[in-house]
């Protein structure tokens, strides 16, 4: 892990772990398990995380990196802290739609609609 | 035959894939080329594009668990407004019944199980051969699709 270069930009805003991907396709499964771990080690180092995951930069998403944010989400609410979504383009939405995962997330447009929801 | 290059886009390919990141990538990318020379849309293209991968994800994750070496089949006929795709891998196959729903409330928040589905509502048929290790998807591309 320490050697393999972050596929994300992360900065904390407001104690609030803002988190951006580098890859515009999020398929690769390998990719997709260092994203899961690198998010893993921001949620497992608080007490109770506030993350917020922009997808300002992806137009491809696969099945595992659905996987790998239910896993996430999963983690935070075991803290009780809270994780949203937003800048999802509409057609990476409606994989969130057809898979009622929008049920499961709290999905905002923008970030800072998002921020003022923690 | 061969891997088709993306440089070459051909409508019509048949070659064996391994499972190595880079190789799957060119694939699609020579897939994705065909489909633009045939002038899919962006929505078209997104949906195929989206079908493939976890097409080709499953048949490695799941078929070829136990055969991490061996190449799976692939082939592909694109038409002006239709696209075939077949996926066959060398496991023992899978009842596509015996998923759970990934849908119903009770398993939404379990990780995995959600190819399948993606691919049935992204193409307009899907089946599967009886041994359950071959996929063909077929999208039609018209007016009403979208």
Not at chain 1, 41 to 64: Q, R, T
Not at chain 1, 78 to 96: S, T
């Amino acid at each position: 892990m320490a050697s393999a270069e972050s596929r994300l930009r992360i900065r904390k805003e407001n104690d609030v772990h803002q988190v951006e991907f580098i890859d515009r396709n999020i398929l690769d499964e390998g990719n997709i398990q260092q994203i899961g771990e690198e998010i893993s080690e921001i949620i497992e180092a608080e007490g109770k995380p506030n993350v917020l995951i922009s997808f300002s930069n992806v137009d491809h998403l696969s099945s595992a990196a659905l996987g790998t944010l239910i896993t996430l989400n999963n983690k935070v609410k075991g803290k009780n802290g809270q994780l949203r979504l937003a800048n999802i383009d509409p057609q990476i939405y409606e994989v969130f739609v057809i898979t009622k995962l929008n049920k499961l997330f709290q999905i905002h447009d923008t970030t800072s609609e998002a921020m003022s929801a923690f | 035959m061969n891997q088709p290059s993306p440089a070459a886009a051909p409508d019509e390919a048949s070659f064996e894939l391994f499972n190595e990141r880079e190789q799957i990538e060119q694939a699609e990318k020579a897939l994705l080329a065909a489909l633009e020379r045939q002038r899919f849309d962006g929505a078209s293209i997104f949906a195929i594009r989206l079908a493939f991968e976890e097409g080709v994800v499953n048949a490695f994750r799941h078929g070829h668990k136990e055969l991490p070496d061996k190449p799976i089949q692939v082939s592909w006929k694109v038409k002006p407004h239709e696209v075939a795709i077949s996926i066959t891998d060398q496991g023992p196959g899978f009842d596509p019944e015996d998923v759970p729903d990934p849908t119903l409330d009770a398993n939404l928040e379990i990780p995995s199980g959600r190819g399948i589905m993606l691919i049935r509502a992204y193409m307009t048929e899907v089946a599967f051969n009886d041994q359950g290790n071959s996929i063909q998807m077929r999208y039609e591309f018209s007016a009403e699709t979208r």
